[in-house]
Every structure is written in C-alpha cells, then in structure tokens.
C-alpha cells in the first residue's frame, strides 16, 4: 500500500490562484471573481496527476492552520514577509472545505509541513509506505521517502535516513531561510554551512550517530558563537528549522514538543 501525504497548502493555493480572473463589475470598477467547481476542478486534476504519476494507492491532504502558528512563539518574526502578499480570495474557504470534506488532515497551531512529517514517522497512523509529496526542501528534515514536487527533481523519490534528517536540519539551522522569517547564523551560506558539518565526518569518520550529532551540534553551537551569538540562538533557530515528526508532537494535548540538542 503506497500512501502520497500531499502538502494540500501548495496544490490548493495553486488551484484557487490559476481560477481567478480580473472582473470590471461596472465602468471603472475591478475585483477578482472566481467559480467554485473550476477550483475543485483544478485541485483535484493535480491530486490524480500525482497518484498517476507515483502509482500510488491512496493519499491523505495535510494543511496548514491559517489562524495560528506554534512558531510565532518561538520568534515573532516568523513568516512575518509573507503578511503582505495577497492570497486567493477563495483559499481560506477552500481549505475548510478540504478540512469537512475531503478529511485533510489538519492540527491546530501546526503547519501542513509539521503533519506531513508527523504523519510520516508515525508507525500506527497510515500503513505501508508513505511517500511526502511537497514542493518544500524543508521535508529532507524529515526521515523517510520526499519527492520534490513541482521542480525539477519531481519525478524522484528520494530515501532520507535519519541521519540525512539531522544533517539537513542543521543544514538550515546554519542558514536559516528568508522565505520563512528566520535568519540563521550571521554570513553562513549553503557552502559554508557544509563545511561546517563535514568538519565531524572528518573528525569522527567511525562515531557512532548519537555522538555524530553531539559533535556536529557543538560545531554549529560554534559557528553562532564567532559571530558573537549563543547556543540559546542557535536553538531558537533550530526550533524554527525543525519540522515535527511523531516523536516532537503530543498527541493528548495537541503541542509541540520542542527540539532539543543532542545531550552530552
């Protein structure tokens, strides 16, 4: 049984988007108008274009919580470039909708990215293979198969290990990303970033991973530190990087259980 946990944001922002049309309702006049049945059209086309396309056997939508985000208590700077763009006028209503009827799946305070990865390392929820079909680099944080949807590596399933997900996940501690609101350490770029995680490959070639991950840790904890930061800086960037997987959400209470670094 192969499962396409399908990040439902970006295949729904696309749908309402492409069906909006500029509507001069009298001389002078403009608004956007958009039909319904087009949209579900489009959404749905894109849905059956992935299952065709990956062979898959059943999907299940994840979606973001547009009315709140377990981050913006971490910093309030979170996402804060993206306030000023338009959204489609009929999105918010679409993914309610995707929500009652179409049983997406969906937490409050999280986001679509944070469900797929939950959904994905859970060993109960969905059976079978499970296979994470989001156009967002971000899932490489998480263990397990991703396809790049949308891009040009779309068409190939990558198999992330644990420790891929850990790399990864420092990778953007390191950097941060501007698209999301976090700005990782001063000056490190992807090149630089990799350097300084190959410093521990090189260093420790046989550690075993928990001590991989202790020295990594320390190396990144570093890097924050020459640029006159602390490990408390590093961790809240981390945080922000760190897409959920099972083991960082409560499921009683429905929260987040925040990263921690690698004990010593």
Known sequence: MRTLLIDADVVAYNAAFSCEKAFEFEPG????????????????AEVSRMMETLQADQFKLCLTDSDGNFRLGIHPDYKGGRKSVRKPIIL???????VDERQ?????????DDCMGILATHPKLIPGEKIIVSID????????KFIRWGTEEGCVIEEIDAEAAFYFHMKQTLMGDVTDGYKGCPGV??????????????????????QYRRVIWADVVAAYEKKGLTEDDAIIQARMAKILDA??????????????PPSS
């Open 189 to 210: 770029g992807p090149k630089a970033a990799d350097a300084i995680l190959s410093k521990a490959l090189e260093d420790y070639p046989d550690a075993e991973p928990e």
């Open 92 to 98: 918010k209503h679409l993914k309610q909708y995707l």
């Open 104 to 112: 997406a799946f969906f937490k409050p305070g999280l986001e679509g």
């Open 137 to 144: 680099k971000d899932m490489r944080t998480i263990p397990g």
């Open 247 to 260: 083991s960082h959400y409560n499921f009683k209470t429905q929260e987040p259980i925040l990263w921690l």
């Open 29 to 44: 006049y403009w608004t956007w108008q958009v039909g319904w049945d087009e949209v579900i059209e489009a959404f749905d």
